[in-house]
Structure formats: C-alpha cells, structure tokens
C-alpha cells in the first residue's frame, strides 16, 4: 500500500486516467466518431492536455483505434506499459474497478510511486473544458477538511424542476409530494460523468466493489448543462455536435470580427462538418438498455 504524501506545504499530486473500452454497446466506437471534423475522444483530450495541476495523464484503453489516436496526436496523453485486459474491460466491470486494477498493476511493476488522487476521465464529455478540471482541483485542494477521505465529481442542474417530479404506482402517476421551498431547487444538481476524483489510498483499499459514497465527504463541481453533454446514444451525440458546431461558430466569429447574429444563424456551415445523416447506420441504432461503456 502506497504512502500518502499529503502535507500543508506540498500540493497533493494528482493523475488522471481516462477509461475508455472497445466494446460500446449503445453507440459503436463512440468515442472515435467524427465530431465536428474530429474524432470525439480528442476534443476531451485536449481539454484535459491543457489542465494545470495533474502530474500525468493516461489513457487505459482496450481500443487499439483510440490508443493511437493518442499517441499520434496528444503528446501529453500516455499509454500505460501495460494493456487493458478483458477482465476489466467488460460492461460489467465498474469504472472504478477498472481504475483500481490500473493502479494496482502500476504498483506491482514497481513504477514511479502513485499520486495523492485519482482523477477517473470519460473521454464521452466532448464539450468539458480546460477550467473545468482546473476549478475542480481547486476546489478539492482548498477544502480544509480530511482530503484523505474526500472526492469529488462534476455535476450539473437537473434538466427539469425537482418539484416537477412524479411517483409512479402499478396503474398511474401522482406528485412526488418533495415539498421543496422554491430556494431548495438550487440545492439539486444530477451527476454529468465527465470526470471523479478519488483518493489513492481508498480506492485501493476497497479495489471491488468501490463507491463514491464510501468516502467521508464528497464535493461537487457544478458545471453548465452545455458543457455535460455524457454521449452514449446517438441522440447524445447529435446534440454534442450542435453545440460544439455553434460554439466553433461563435469562436470563428469574434476571430474574423464580422457579424455574429448573421454567422450563428446562418444556414450554411463556416466550413464543411461531417454530420449524421438517415442513411448512416448511427442514426437507425435501436434504443436498448443503458449500459456502462467504460
């Protein structure tokens, strides 16, 4: 077991890992879809290339088109010495077991000595940006509590009210009756899965079976529903590309100073966008159970 090196004069040192497998069962490749002219995974990677305060960053992946991606065109994202095996790489493998054979492996090869925390990224948060994983850290650092024992994830509002919701019975639906004074909706929020920060030492010693929850204190990170997009249909990802195409609209705009109304709303693209069309196979996915594609 790794020995913590937290102390008051000493920031804690930080990794982050993204999780990513080959066998996506919603969304085939998701994270190698073409989004806005680029695979998906590297608008996240770069997001996460650019963040201040994480020591290294890994991609752990059984997917060979991803893991060259990588290396091909994100100098900052390394590849582990060792594969991501099937045991680990399955739908029914939590991301946080994945997460902690990753830090298992490490240490039994007797690697460079394991970090304070953990971040667990998904690269299926194409629109994360930079400031939110420099923020997060922030956050994280400044809560002066026991770090030893806190996490953190990123979370959004919720899409509708809270007061909105129903209770569902054998027959019909009735008002979940939550009695929320109207300063309480702000006090909900819903997790978005764009990253979790964990500490080492818990993890490991809990590598089955571990929850967020198991920790004393867990923090959040709030982030904008425009920047939690989590693409795992391809509903999902028709909406991420959206976005990102009118945020890159917005950006081309300021840049080249001309009129920004006429440029957003324009019907014709600033440049070519591969986009997806009916006859594509992505758009005739057949809606199933959600499953968990890390």
Known sequence: MPKSTFSKTTPPRVWAVVLARAGS?????????????????????????????????????DDDALLDLAKGSHPKIEIPPFQRPPAVSDAQTSSFDSLAYFLQEWQAQSFEALPDWVMLCQCTSPLVQTVDFQKALEDLES?????????????????????????????????????????AENTYVTPNGAFYIVPTLALLQKPVGFSLWDLGTVLAYEMPWQRSIDVDTAPDFQVAEALLDAQLRIESTLCEGTDLEKTVFSPKPLAPRKRLNPLNPLSRLKQQDRSQDL
């Open 25 to 61: 069962q919603r969304l085939p490749n998701k994270a190698m879809l073409p989004l806005c002219n680029r695979p998906m995974a590297s608008w996240y990677f770069d997001a996460l290339e650019d963040a201040e305060g994480i020591e290294r960053r890994f991609l752990f992946s």
């Open 143 to 183: 809560y002066t509590e026991n770090l030893r024992s806190t996490g953190l994830l990123s979370v959004c509002p919720p899409s509708k009210p809270v007061s909105w919701l129903l209770k569902k019975t054998q027959n019909d639906v009735k008002p979940a009756n939550l009695h929320l004074h109207d300063d």
